[in-house]
């Protein structure tokens, strides 16, 4: 028996593909309360006693905990095939990670389970081979159980391709790369003394135009500068705006500190390195996500 949301969704999925070929409309149900699998697809615990995702609607969970078989047969892990009473044999089925909802924090990046590591906005946390996480180049992807390669969502995996059956789409599978791990320093405070100087004397000292740029001192609000390969940051002190100086080049300002470059500005005084995009990361995927 469907629930009603879930028949209203196969309901609508079958008029659009009546109607309009070119619509996919996927479904998902939940194996618990963080995890779900696709529809045609089945709820099975793996090793880890966590959900994974059985490619077969309403299938038979092997106790081995990685396979599964159609509904109706036993399972033969041993010869790695699934037995029907009339004597009929079926190619035995492997489970993937089931899709975990995604936690994301202030700045749109996806937290990782772990709790360790986490992947840049519009990408998914997939389990590596190692038993760590990597990051999926598509947003609320399909982890496959190679541990190598992810499917955009609405696919399944099927080797180093993704499947979607109900409109015959065959493409490439992404591959996954590494997460970043999820790491903190403390902020630095801004410079203590006034770097107040006045723009005229400046434009009439003449070893001022001598300097090469990179030492030139910074501009920084009103009759103010910086030293050079240092960054000038506007904050709100005391009801009113105020140039202050980070002593580091490139720098991410934050309310009473700053960072440095790559870094996000968080509570308590501290920095966070950002999710490192892959520098590898495919063109199509760019097209489509970005």
């Given at each position: 028996m469907l629930s009603s949301d879930r028949a209203s969704c196969v309901a609508m999925r079958g008029y659009l593909v009546v109607f309009a070929l070119f619509v996919v409309v996927t479904c998902n149900h939940e194996c618990d309360t963080d995890t779900t699998c696709e529809d045609g697809e089945t709820c099975c615990r793996i090793r880890d006693d966590t959900w994974g995702c059985c490619p077969?609607?309403?299938?038979v969970c092997c106790s081995d905990h990685l396979h599964c078989c159609p509904r109706g047969t036993t399972?033969?892990?041993?010869?790695?095939?699934?037995?029907?009473?009339?004597?009929?044999?079926?190619?035995?089925?492997?489970?993937?990670?089931?899709?975990?909802?995604?936690?994301?924090?202030?700045?749109?990046?996806?937290?990782?389970?772990?709790?360790?590591?986490k992947c840049p906005e519009k990408t998914t946390c997939c389990m590596l081979e190692q038993g760590t996480y990597g990051c999926c180049p598509a947003p609320e992807a399909v982890c496959c159980a190679d541990h190598l390669h992810c499917c955009p969502k609405g696919f399944r995996c099927n080797g180093q391709f993704c499947l979607e059956s109900s409109i015959g789409e065959r493409r490439r599978a992404h591959k996954k790369f590494p997460s970043t791990p999820?790491?903190?320093?403390?902020?630095?405070?801004?410079?203590?003394?006034?770097?107040?100087?006045?723009?005229?004397e400046v434009e009439r000292d003449e070893s001022y135009e001598l300097l090469p740029e990179e030492l030139k001192p910074i501009a920084c609000g009103?009759?103010?500068?910086?030293?050079?390969?240092?960054?000038?940051?506007?904050?709100?002190?005391?009801?009113?705006?105020?140039?202050?100086?980070?002593?580091?080049?490139?720098?991410?300002?934050?309310a009473d500190t700053c960072c440095p470059q790559g870094y996000h500005c968080v509570g308590g005084g501290k920095c966070e390195k950002r999710a490192v995009r892959h520098k590898n990361m495919d063109d199509s995927y760019r097209a489509v996500y970005f």
């Amino acid at each position: 028996m469907l629930s009603s949301d879930r028949a209203s969704c196969v309901a609508m999925r079958g008029y659009l593909v009546v109607f309009a070929l070119f619509v996919v409309v996927t479904c998902n149900h939940e194996c618990d309360t963080d995890t779900t699998c696709e529809d045609g697809e089945t709820c099975c615990r793996i090793r880890d006693d966590t959900w994974g995702c059985c490619p077969i609607e309403n299938a038979v969970c092997c106790s081995d905990h990685l396979h599964c078989c159609p509904r109706g047969t036993t399972c033969d892990i041993e010869e790695a095939r699934c037995l029907q009473s009339s004597g009929n044999v079926f190619p035995i089925s492997k489970k993937r990670p089931a899709t975990r909802r995604q936690t994301k924090n202030e700045h749109n990046e996806v937290l990782c389970p772990d709790h360790e590591s986490k992947c840049p906005e519009k990408t998914t946390c997939c389990m590596l081979e190692q038993g760590t996480y990597g990051c999926c180049p598509a947003p609320e992807a399909v982890c496959c159980a190679d541990h190598l390669h992810c499917c955009p969502k609405g696919f399944r995996c099927n080797g180093q391709f993704c499947l979607e059956s109900s409109i015959g789409e065959r493409r490439r599978a992404h591959k996954k790369f590494p997460s970043t791990p999820i790491k903190k320093k403390p902020a630095i405070e801004f410079m203590s003394y006034d770097h107040e100087s006045n723009s005229e004397e400046v434009e009439r000292d003449e070893s001022y135009e001598l300097l090469p740029e990179e030492l030139k001192p910074i501009a920084c609000g009103y009759q103010k500068t910086c030293p050079a390969k240092t960054t000038c940051c506007t904050v709100e002190r005391l009801g009113r705006l105020q140039s202050m100086c980070c002593p580091l080049n490139n720098a991410v300002c934050c309310a009473d500190t700053c960072c440095p470059q790559g870094y996000h500005c968080v509570g308590g005084g501290k920095c966070e390195k950002r999710a490192v995009r892959h520098k590898n990361m495919d063109d199509s995927y760019r097209a489509v996500y970005f």
